[in-house]
C-alpha cells in the first residue's frame, strides 16, 4: 500500500519567492496533518483537516502560510513570500481520524517530508 | 499542559549492546496514547508503536520493547541486540483526546558502531 507521499522532496528557493509543497494522504484516511520540523523548535504542528476541512490552524506561523485541502487525496501547504527562517523539513501525516477528536485515537502515519532551504 | 521529556539527547552504543531510549509524560488526561516513532539518516518518519493509556502490558516485537509505567509516567523504549542499521533519532510522542497534534519529544540520536 502507498504511504504518504509528498513533493517535493527537496527545495531550494530564493526569499520572497512563492513555495507549495504538496502531499497525498494514504487512501481512506480522513485527517491530515502538517508538521514542520527544526533543530530550535523540533516537530510542531502546523495545520489540522478532518474530512478535508481546516479544524486547527493555530500552529501556522503567520499569514504568509496557508494551506489548502480541495478534496480527500491532496493538500498544498503554501508559503509567499518565503523567508530564510522557513527553512526546515515540512511533513505531512495522515490518520484516520474520528471527528471532533483530531484523529487522537488513531495514528498518525507521516510522508518523506520535504526539505525546504530558502536562501 | 502536555509534554514529552527525552533526556538523552545522544547515545553511542557499539554493535550487540542492548540500549534503553527514556521518555517520561505529562498530561492532564486519564485517556492518552504513546507513540515512538524512528527518523533515520534518510529523514522520514517511522511509525514504530502506538499503546494507550489502559495498556500497560509491555510490549515486544522482535529486538524492540516497550515497557509502559504509568506509576512513573515512563513509556521506554529497548533495542536489545543494537545493529547498526538501528542508528537513527528516536522520538517519543504523547497524544491526547484533548488535541489535534502528537506532543513530540526532543528525540533522541542513537549510535550503533560496529
Known amino acids: 500500500d502507498a504511504g504518504v507521499i509528498q513533493s517535493p522532496r527537496h527545495e531550494v528557493t530564493e526569499m520572497g519567492q512563492e513555495v507549495t509543497l504538496r502531499c497525498k494522504p494514504i487512501?481512506?484516511?480522513?485527517?491530515l496533518f502538517w508538521y514542520r520540523q527544526t533543530m530550535m523548535r523540533g516537530l510542531e504542528l502546523l495545520i489540522y483537516f478532518n474530512n478535508n476541512v481546516p479544524i486547527d490552524d493555530s500552529g501556522m506561523p503567520e499569514d504568509r502560510f496557508s494551506a489548502k485541502m480541495p478534496n480527500a487525496s491532496f493538500s498544498t501547504l503554501k508559503i509567499q513570500p518565503s523567508e530564510p527562517r522557513d527553512s526546515a523539513v515540512y511533513f505531512c501525516?495522515?490518520?484516520?481520524?474520528?471527528?471532533?477528536?483530531?484523529?487522537?485515537?488513531?495514528?498518525?502515519?507521516f510522508g518523506p517530508g520535504t526539505r525546504l532551504l530558502v536562501l | 499542559a502536555q509534554k514529552v521529556t527525552q533526556a538523552q539527547t545522544e547515545i553511542s552504543v557499539v554493535e550487540k549492546e542492548d540500549v534503553t531510549l527514556d521518555c517520561v509524560y505529562e498530561?492532564?488526561?486519564?485517556?492518552?496514547?504513546l507513540f515512538w516513532y524512528k527518523q533515520p539518516p534518510s529523514g522520514e518518519l517511522v511509525f514504530l508503536i502506538r499503546r494507550n493509556s489502559f495498556d500497560e502490558q509491555n510490549e515486544i516485537s522482535g529486538r524492540y520493547s516497550w515497557n509502559f509505567q504509568k506509576s512513573t509516567s515512563s513509556f521506554n523504549f529497548t533495542i536489545t541486540a543494537s545493529q547498526v542499521v538501528d542508528s537513527a533519532v528516536y522520538f517519543c510522542?504523547?497524544?491526547?483526546?484533548?488535541?489535534?497534534?502528537?506532543?513530540f519529544g526532543k528525540g533522541t540520536s542513537l549510535l550503533v558502531t560496529p
Open positions: 501525516a495522515s490518520s484516520l481520524g474520528s471527528s471532533g477528536r483530531g484523529g487522537a485515537q488513531e495514528t498518525q502515519y
Open positions: 498530561t492532564r488526561d486519564t485517556t492518552y496514547y
Open positions: 510522542a504523547l497524544d491526547s483526546n484533548s488535541g489535534y497534534a502528537l506532543n
Open positions: 487512501s481512506g484516511h480522513n485527517s
